[in-house]
């Protein structure tokens, strides 16, 4: 079933009524041409969908009678971290949506030796945009968090807070093999955290700092994938293996 959804400001649900505003009331009333007495879905982004019903379109807001109320729509059980060094041009664009669609949790931007630097606030602005619309698209109900971009010092470091911790990098080791050799992996195992390099790859030395904090280095087959196409595989894999829908 498609669910495709329009964003909620959770301040804007109460009790079993909730209204949409702006762009999402835009989108509602003049693209989807919805009336009322229509039904739609609306997701705050915390975890929580709901089908309402219109009851009035004012000028400034789109008020909804709700119908049905559901906690974490569209969501994986395994909640996955996703460390991705920063791409040129509209490449990290194309990742925040896709990994999006297929359920990660968080996205944590970082520069590197091999990473591109220039990422700012209104880059970081953009992403959150994306991630918005592939929530919305996909049925998802949890708005992926994208950080500011850190160090990848600093994301080495924060693989403490997580069960499993994975680098892509080109070694003999698969995914598979990586996952089987991990105790107490299942279905309740839900923090993953998976750094994947930026398009030139990971130093020497990168690679030796994440193995003394606990990453295991995980290749993804005899070909080259891009940067942004390894991401998504592997989040994909992992998905797979700890169970897709709770």
């Known amino acids: 079933m498609h669910l495709e959804s ?3 400001e959770p301040e804007h649900v109460k009790g079993d009524e909730l209204f949409l505003t702006g762009d999402e009331m835009h989108h509602l009333v003049r693209v989807v041409r919805k009336k ?20 009035s379109i004012e000028n400034n ?8 109320s559901r906690r974490r ?3 994986p059980v395994a909640e996955i971290t996703l460390a991705q060094g920063i791409l040129k041009g509209d490449r990290f664009d194309l990742l925040v949506e896709k990994t999006t669609e297929i359920g990660i949790r968080k996205i944590i931007p970082f520069i590197s030796t091999n990473s591109d630097s220039s990422a700012g606030s209104q880059k970081t602005a953009r992403w959150k945009r994306v991630a918005m619309s592939a929530m919305k698209q996909s049925g998802r109900s949890i708005l992926p968090e994208i950080t500011e971009p850190v160090s990848l010092d600093r994301v080495l470091v924060m693989g403490s ?12 080791t698969g995914f598979q093999s990586c996952i089987s050799n991990k105790e107490n992996v299942s279905l309740s195992t839900q923090k993953v955290l998976v750094v994947v390099g930026p398009a030139g790859g990971f130093s020497d030395d990168e690679i030796e700092q994440a193995q003394e904090q606990g990453f295991i280095p ?3 087959g005899s070909r080259r994938l891009r940067s942004e196409t390894a991401a998504i595989v592997l989040s ?10 709770g």
């Open 236 to 245: 994909t894999l992992i998905l797979n293996k700890l169970g897709e829908l």
């Open 36 to 55: 009322k007495g229509d039904l739609f879905w609306a997701v705050d982004g915390q975890g929580s969908a709901y089908q309402a019903s219109i009851e």
């Open 61 to 68: 807001r789109v008020c909804g009678r709700i119908m049905i």
């Open 73 to 75: 729509l569209g969501e």
């Open 161 to 172: 807070n997580y069960h499993i911790r994975i680098i892509a990098h080109p070694v003999n």
């Open 218 to 220: 995980v290749g993804l």
């Open 6 to 8: 329009f964003y909620v």
